[in-house]
């Protein structure tokens, strides 16, 4: 008998307040509070412009408080400092643990407005400068383990993580 597949679903957001409201109606759509977390950015820098490419560079000790508050969340390694980038550049994610069942409804609640396209913004990032890491798109593995984004259930402003058979 094959074990249901756990998911984690993940967007960001410019807005804390529509953050916020998506945090809200994932509760009221049932999805418990212990399987959402809402992980607010840094306060962005003086233009106030998310898509800006800022020159100054994060200090170390700046980079690894940003990149220690996705400790514990269920991404590949190699896409963990992306999100630190957006998040210090004051985007806010929320990422959903999911079972099958879930996981296309919590898709819809979390691609709404305000949801941030990452990889649009990326792009307009490394056009400007900004030199992170190149996440290469792969398909779920199987070796549930290891979690990987899955293409095929992923949208623009929504990234689906598969792993961890329960």
Same mark, same amino acid.
């Given at each position: 008998?094959?074990?249901?597949?756990?998911?984690?679903?993940?967007?960001?957001?410019?807005?804390?307040?529509?953050?916020?409201?998506? /945090?809200?109606?994932?509760?009221?759509?049932?999805?418990?509070? =212990?399987?959402? @977390?809402?992980?607010? &950015?840094?306060?962005v820098d003086p233009k106030g412009d998310p898509e800006v490419w800022?020159?100054?560079?994060?200090?170390?000790?700046?980079?690894?408080? /940003?990149l220690e508050s996705l400790r514990?969340?269920?991404?590949? =390694?190699?896409? @963990?400092?992306?999100? &630190?980038?957006h998040l210090h550049r004051g985007s806010c994610m929320v990422t959903v643990q999911v079972t099958?069942?879930?996981?296309?409804?919590?898709?819809?609640i979390l691609d709404d407005e305000g949801t941030v396209d990452m990889d649009a913004?990326?792009?307009r990032w490394r056009a400007g400068?900004?030199?992170?890491?190149?996440?290469p798109l792969t398909a779920a593995n199987e070796d549930d383990s290891v979690w990987r984004r899955d293409v095929g259930r992923s949208r623009p402003r929504v990234r689906s993580y598969i792993g961890g058979a329960r």
């Amino acid at each position: 008998m094959q074990q249901a597949r756990q998911w984690n679903v993940t967007a960001l957001f410019d807005s804390p307040k529509d953050a916020e409201d998506a /945090v809200e109606r994932l509760i009221a759509t049932r999805i418990s509070k =212990d399987r959402i @977390r809402l992980v607010p &950015g840094d306060e962005v820098d003086p233009k106030g412009d998310p898509e800006v490419w800022n020159e100054e560079v994060p200090t170390p000790r700046q980079r690894m408080g /940003v990149l220690e508050s996705l400790r514990g969340l269920f991404f590949p =390694d190699d896409e @963990r400092f992306t999100y &630190g980038e957006h998040l210090h550049r004051g985007s806010c994610m929320v990422t959903v643990q999911v079972t099958d069942a879930e996981h296309d409804r919590v898709l819809d609640i979390l691609d709404d407005e305000g949801t941030v396209d990452m990889d649009a913004r990326e792009d307009r990032w490394r056009a400007g400068g900004w030199a992170g890491p190149v996440v290469p798109l792969t398909a779920a593995n199987e070796d549930d383990s290891v979690w990987r984004r899955d293409v095929g259930r992923s949208r623009p402003r929504v990234r689906s993580y598969i792993g961890g058979a329960r």
